[in-house]
């Protein structure tokens, strides 16, 4: 795997699992999944990404060279005794919210993450959705970051609101959902919950909307509004905000210059790496693509948000 | 109301409406409202409008008034015995959706379009939201448009779909909702489906997503996507999608050249109108607003949907 313009690496921990997901397309028994995997594939294709996680000892060791092959650093995924996380969930009508059928923590429950020492370098850190507790462990152990981020979701915006707001108080992104935002802030209109977070900590905050696009608010005196790309058809919606994070990341740690205009760009990476990804289940998709496909798609975004001026 | 740039006029036929509404802003009762009124406001901050629709005996003078110093050609808006139609209706939450409590049609039960004989020069027409069978009747008396569009809502989808088919047949340009858009052809995708409603008739088919901006789909390799505007506060979403199209149409009829860039810029205008529409009940904000406001946000849509090329 080549990543021509890498300047940095981008640390992710997460999830890595093993998925059963039916959709409308078709089901996967048990293919490789979790936060960890989609974020660093996709962000493999601009950066290396070093991933911390876990799994069980029957883990498929293809997936592991599978990660490799992309230039992702696998020495932070520890092989334990016991299971690999697994979930299973299905998808219907718009798919825009999965079905949990099964969470079967196994390895994960008692992960803790422990960084290879040349990790805690990392200038980029994505701490994907995982115990707030863990993603401030990992945060105290990152020496000098320039850029960190993380994701959430509901079960800890509920069950561990403390941690999670000792996290966004240490970030300088978080990814979260239009529902988790709402959950989070108790605010339903999108720019308020938004302003909300940023209290918090934040200084930017990225709203997914799922088929709807994205919305990241900053200082700036206007947030930034992407499209999602129209496709036809949705194959497997699992793991979209993952890659669209770790899309967003990986741009970022491939330019090494933090500015809006970066982020701005770097957003629609993440959206480009999104739509390729939910066109597969599990990750096949990202096995098909070359950085030049989503270079092309990236044209095609500005393409389909392009209007002249008044 | 001077209209500088304004090359032509757009015909509007619809709904001339008293609204009560309550929204978590407050509450309006039998306030100026209906499809034709918003939509023809929000034209002519473009191009004169010219009003087809009906009302009751005791509709109230300054609402014509107001009309006409907008630069509505009032004289297809007919004065009869009986009530004007009133509409009643609650929004809560997100808004997304309002609540209807009332629909008293009244006189706009036997209403139909008298078009004044120099109305039907109309280059520019747009059927908003009513029976299809009326909005085939004033496309049969509209001698050479340039540019016809229509709106309508679930309440034909369901009851005439014959007519609405026949009038999909006959104009340019379709507006509709996520919803309307995957009722009237049972596909869930919007890609799909916007791709089902050109095969219909229309050239161009714009799905209006509200908070979530919109899409235009034409025969282009790429759609357009345009987002919505950030608010902070929506008091009252009714007529946002009137004001969108009434827009959209008004600017098309002002630069009078028919081209996708002009159509893209004319949805950005079309979402410009609605950002402004909904920050106020009735027509309360469009009374506030002059043409360099609505240029002003226009920019600022610009700057919100702005990225650098890869």
């Given amino acids: 795997m080549v990543v021509p313009d890498a300047r940095e690496s981008v640390l992710i921990v997460g999830s890595v699992a093993l998925d059963t997901v039916e959709t409308p397309a078709g089901r996967v028994e048990r293919a490789l999944g979790g936060a960890a995997v989609y974020s660093s594939v996709a ?14 000892a029957a883990f498929p060791r293809q997936h592991l060279e599978f990660l490799a092959g992309r230039g992702v650093d696998i020495r932070g995924i520890k092989i334990v005794d016991g299971k690999t996380f697994h979930w299973a969930g299905s998808y ?6 999965a079905n949990t ?7 994960f429950q008692s992960f803790a993450p422990d960084l290879p020492e040349d990790y805690k370098d990392s200038k980029y850190v994505f701490l994907a959705n995982i115990d707030p507790a863990l993603q401030l462990d990992v945060l105290d152990h990152v020496r000098n970051p320039k850029l960190t981020a993380c994701d959430t979701m509901n079960f800890w915006i509920s069950s561990k609101p403390d941690e ?18 709402r959950q989070l802030t108790g605010e339903v209109n ?3 919950a ?6 918090l900590g934040p200084r930017y905050v990225i709203i997914k909307k799922g088929e709807h696009g994205s919305l990241m608010y900053c200082d700036s005196d206007y947030c930034f509004s992407a499209a999602s790309y129209p496709l036809t058809e949705v194959v497997d919606p699992t793991g979209a905000g993952d890659s669209f994070a770790g899309g967003c990341m990986g741009y970022m740690a491939s330019v090494d210059d933090f500015t809006e205009a970066n982020l701005r760009r770097a957003i629609v990476y993440g959206s480009t790496l999104a739509s390729f ?3 597969g289940f599990s990750l096949s998709k990202f096995r098909e693509i070359t950085r030049a496909d989503v270079e092309n798609r990236y044209r095609e975004f500005q393409k389909i948000a392009f209007f002249d001026g008044a």
């Fill in 101 to 107: 059928l099964a969470t079967e923590l196994n390895v």
């Fill in 92 to 97: 219907e009508g718009d798919m825009n919210q």
């Fill in 277 to 279: 990804n939910v066109q």
């Fill in 164 to 181: 999670l707001k000792k996290v966004l108080a240490r970030v300088d992104i978080a990814f979260v959902n239009d529902a988790e935002a």
């Fill in 194 to 199: 938004a302003t909300e977070i940023r209290k």
């Fill in 43 to 56: 962000a493999s294709f601009f950066a290396p990404a070093r991933g911390v996680g876990v799994v069980g």
């Fill in 190 to 192: 999108i720019t308020k």
